[in-house]
């Protein structure tokens, strides 16, 4: 900024203005309180999850409760709020979903998440980019599976499984 601001041809300029009052919000931001470490996880997720909804697109999550989520260890709650933003980013930038819907369970000592949408879908196999290699290298890390059902009519849906402890 300080590069930009002194330079005699661009003080005026109504970009680097811009630029600047870019900058300072992006500087509060790291002065900001941070959210409570107490919130509960389920609600975490659902936050995150939800925050992809929009004018256009329903998100409905079914069974994220609190008793979900008590035995699952720190790592793979950490590594599962990667992994469900992950899918919502890709949904985000690929599906042009109108419904998303998460379905959360757990079936003996394993949690299942269901993850569907009524979007385009992956043609053929799934190409694997930086986001869904680290999705993949994440589950493994918790002992779990991760399954892309590209060959449904429309849009897509995903399996994860993992251990609670």
Same mark, same amino acid.
């Given at each position: ?6 330079? =005699? /041809? !661009? @003080?005026?300029?109504?970009?680097? #203005?811009?630029?600047?009052? $870019?900058?300072?919000? %992006?500087?509060? &931001? ?16 659902? =936050? /995150? !999850? @939800?925050?992809?909804?929009?004018? #256009?697109?329903?998100?409905? $999550?079914?069974?994220? %409760?609190?008793? &979900? ?16 933003? =992950? ?79």
């Amino acid at each position: 900024m300080s590069k930009l601001d002194n330079q =005699e /041809t !661009l @003080k005026d300029n109504p970009i680097v #203005n811009e630029i600047e009052e $870019l900058y300072e919000q %992006s500087r509060d &931001l790291s002065y900001e309180k941070p959210k409570s470490k107490n919130q509960p996880f389920n609600e975490k997720i659902s =936050e /995150t !999850l @939800k925050s992809f909804a929009s004018e #256009n697109t329903r998100v409905i $999550l079914v069974g994220n %409760s609190a008793p &979900l989520w008590e035995k699952v260890s720190e790592q793979a709650k950490d590594e599962m709020e990667h992994i469900l933003q =992950e899918l919502m980013v890709n949904m985000d930038k690929h599906s042009q979903a109108s419904d998303v819907v998460f379905k959360f369970e757990q079936v003996e000592q394993k949690i299942n998440i269901y993850y569907s949408d009524n979007g385009i879908g992956i043609r053929g196999s799934v190409q694997p980019n930086n986001g869904l290699t680290n999705t993949g290298t994440r589950i493994a890390t918790i002992g779990g599976t991760i399954t892309f059902d590209t060959k449904v009519e429309k849009g897509l849906k995903i399996q994860i499984s993992f251990p609670v402890s």
